[in-house]
Each structure stands twice: as C-alpha cells, then as structure tokens.
C-alpha cells in the first residue's frame, strides 16, 4: 500500500509563490518516479512536473521556467517550489508516485489533491 500526503496549497495573488510538498509512505521497497499533475474545473487533469529515482524532470509547457520540481529521496518526498503563479494555474493539484513493494507488486498511486487558488 501506498500512501501520499500533499501539503502547501492555498491561495495566493497572481505573481506570487507557492511550495506544494508530497510525502511517500508504506511498505515499499523503492519509489519510482514521482510528480505532480493538475486538474482544473472543466479540463482534463495535465502533467504539471515528474521527476524520475535518477532525478531527470519532465515539465509541462505551461509551467517550463516557472516551476521546479525536486526530490528527497531519503524522506520519500518531492516539493514543487512555483514562481510567477498565474491565475491560469488555479487547479487541484495531484502529486503521483510509481512503487515497488517487497513482493515486487507494482503501484500507481494518487493523492487526494491540494487546492491551488490564484488571484488576479
């Protein structure tokens, strides 16, 4: 089992900065890659940043430049530190994670979902 805590949304003014934080736990062996998706009212959910157990980053094209994500591989926990927030950007944001268990099970696990509100 697999859980995933998402910490750090909130609401905040167009231009400001947010951190969200996702914390990995459970009977697992390793994590594989993890990362953060969003889903806005009406839209489908989109890749927000992933970030691999070897540290390679993917990003979204909105947020290229704007957003960075990173990894404590020791605390199972990625942050995804966010500069210049657009009102654009308000979304549920999910953190995701790969996993491996001591049985080799294999896991794609979700967040609950963090509100991120920018205003204009």
């Known amino acids: 089992q697999v859980q995933l805590v998402e910490s750090g949304g909130g609401l905040v003014q167009a231009g400001g900065s947010l951190r969200l934080s996702c914390a990995g736990s459970?009977?697992?062996?390793?994590?594989?890659?993890m990362g953060w998706y969003r889903q806005a009212p009406g839209k489908q959910r989109e890749l927000v940043a992933v970030?691999?157990?070897?540290?390679?980053?993917n990003y979204g094209d909105s947020v290229k430049g704007r957003f960075t994500i990173t990894r404590d591989k020791s605390k199972n926990t990625v942050y995804l530190p966010s500069n210049s927030l657009k009102p654009e950007d308000t979304a549920v944001y999910y953190c995701?994670?790969?996993?491996?268990?001591?049985?080799?099970?294999?896991?794609?696990?979700w967040g609950q979902g963090t509100q991120v509100t920018v205003s204009s």
């Open positions: 995701n994670a790969g996993a491996v268990d001591y049985h080799d099970r294999a896991y794609d696990s």
């Open positions: 459970g009977s697992i062996r390793r994590f594989n890659a």
């Open positions: 970030i691999t157990s070897s540290g390679t980053t």
